[in-house]
């Protein structure tokens, strides 16, 4: 078990848009089990940096291996590598702006994937998206249409149909920046849950108590590296670098 | 003082009825090999390959910058002269419809593509939805409920259009009319007739147009 390879192994990977270098040389190991949360200031690669894991960016160097596998951005892997449609049937992710398919009801949103992708009959995928729905507190809302949703609703739907491909890894962008205040509380809920359950995740957040709470290791991106890495407490309470401390201080004001 | 006589064209109900009937199928035909054209040109203009997007904008320029009216002659008297084979002109007429009418649904339905979120592709790619897939599950459904106004407006016109397949004698409703004019001597019968049966031909899908747009309105 020890021996087992990370579930995501970084090494030295760049990112740049045209001339705009995002970040270059990361290195990251995300094993089984582990929660970690990435903060930075905005436009730091945050969200760059995930989308790369589940190849909806693709990297311009470096490598990303999954459980010891490389990858690759074509939708098939050849010679042993993974290609991003195996790679996203194993990570699942939420984004900050919900992207629920608005011609479908919330237990359609959440069969999709189970039923066109994995090819799971009919039947059997409703079955376990209605327990997932359950799960995430919206047994109720089933056949309803998102626009019916509030923003929390909405993004617990999310969740679930992500957790419906059985993801080995659940990457999250910033999935509470869109939302009321109010309702922030019940998708952090879902995503503890979660992670109390064992699920390994990465957090892009800028919810400072949460990522110190749940995140066995955190990692501050700061021009275009990783500028600071290590557990919540030492990164989020203690924090020694003086940019990380501007940075911090901006949340507890 | 004119005496009205519709008594005389009248008894051409038959003609006219025929030339009804050609517009309509005119109408039907064109429209729906104008969206399956319309459909492979919009891909191709879409399209990462160079090649593909490049001889889909030639495409969308020639028939959209050339008057339907020309396009049919040409394809009847040109074409002929530079295949070598000769066409009937009911091919003729119906080609340069269904390819003129093309390059604008392809426009339609582009702009329906684009104007979807494109936080939906990259949810369906994210439960690992394969382009086809997210094309043809998320991205289109989408898209088709956008421009279903354009796409009505459009395909009202187009069955206005096909008229200008009389001038190469395809018996569609306005060459009828032309046709019992040269017979009655009645021009202001024969083709008041005439408008009005286009009239009534088109009147209940424009409302139907209406209809569609004020739903989807509410709808979201
Ligand atoms: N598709 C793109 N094309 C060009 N530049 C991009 C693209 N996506 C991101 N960028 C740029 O890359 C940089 C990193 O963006 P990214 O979205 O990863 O930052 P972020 O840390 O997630 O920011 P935020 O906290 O605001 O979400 C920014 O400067 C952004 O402008
Ligand atoms: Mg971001």
């Avoid at chain 1, 919540?232 to 949340?251: C, G, M, N, S, Y």
């Avoid at chain 2, 390959?49 to 969308?60: E, G, H, K, Q």
């Avoid at chain 2, 046709?179 to 424009?206: H, I, K, M, Q, W």
Wanted: with cysteine; proline share 4%.
């Amino acid at each position: 078990m020890n021996d087992a390879p990370p579930i995501f192994s970084v090494r030295n990977l760049s990112k740049s848009f045209g001339p705009v270098q995002v970040f270059s040389d990361i290195n990251l190991d995300v094993t089984q089990g582990e929660v970690i949360g990435v903060i930075g200031p905005s436009g730091c690669g945050k969200s760059t940096l995930i989308r790369c894991l589940n190849m909806m960016e693709i990297p311009n160097g470096g490598q990303i291996f999954f459980r010891g596998r490389p990858t690759t951005a074509n939708f098939r892997g050849r010679n042993g590598s993974i290609g991003a449609g195996e790679l996203r049937r194993k990570v699942g992710m939420v984004f900050q702006q919900f992207n629920l398919f608005p011609h479908k009801t919330v237990i359609e949103n959440v069969i999709e994937g189970p039923v066109v992708v994995l090819k799971e009959p009919r039947q059997e995928a409703m079955e376990r998206a209605t327990e997932l729905l359950r799960s995430v507190g919206l047994a109720d809302k089933r056949n309803a249409f998102p626009n019916h949703l509030s923003g929390g609703q909405k993004q617990r739907v999310a969740i679930a149909r992500a957790l419906a491909m059985r993801p080995e890894v659940m990457l999250f962008d910033e999935v509470t920046s869109a939302l009321d205040p109010e309702l922030v509380g019940e998708v952090l809920n879902v995503m503890r849950k979660l992670a109390e359950g064992g699920m390994t995740m990465v957090i892009v957040t800028h919810e400072m108590a949460f990522a110190a709470d749940v995140a066995d290791r955190v990692i501050f991106l700061d021009e275009g590296t990783i500028a600071a890495e290590g557990s919540a407490d030492a990164v989020i309470h203690k924090p020694t670098q003086e940019r990380l401390k501007r940075f911090l201080a901006r949340f507890h004001a | 003082m004119y005496s009205w006589d519709f008594y005389t064209v009248f008894q051409s109900w038959d003609l006219f009825l025929y030339g009804l009937w050609l517009t309509f199928v005119y109408s039907v035909g064109s429209i729906v090999l104008g969206v399956i054209f319309g459909l492979i040109v919009c891909f191709a203009r879409l399209s990462k390959v160079t090649l593909f997007s490049a001889a889909a904008r030639v495409y969308l320029e020639l028939f959209r910058c050339m008057p339907l009216l020309v396009l049919v002659l040409w394809f009847y008297y040109a074409l002929p002269m530079l295949t070598g084979m000769s066409i009937e002109n009911t091919t003729a007429a119906l080609l340069a419809l269904s390819l003129y009418v093309s390059a604008f649904y392809a426009e339609i339905f582009r702009g329906g593509i684009k104007a979807v979120d494109s936080g939906q592709h990259e949810a369906g790619a994210a439960i690992a939805m394969s382009h086809v897939q997210i094309m043809w599950r998320i991205i289109l459904p989408q898209a088709a409920k956008k421009m279903l106004p354009a796409f009505i407006n459009q395909s009202v016109i187009q069955v206005k259009n096909t008229s200008l397949a009389s001038v190469i004698s395809v018996a569609e409703l306005s060459y009828m009319g032309a046709v019992v004019n040269g017979d009655t001597y009645r021009p202001l019968e024969s083709y008041t007739l005439v408008a009005v049966l286009y009239f009534l031909l088109l009147f209940p899908l424009t409302q139907v147009a209406d209809r569609v747009e004020k739903k989807l309105r509410l709808s979201d």
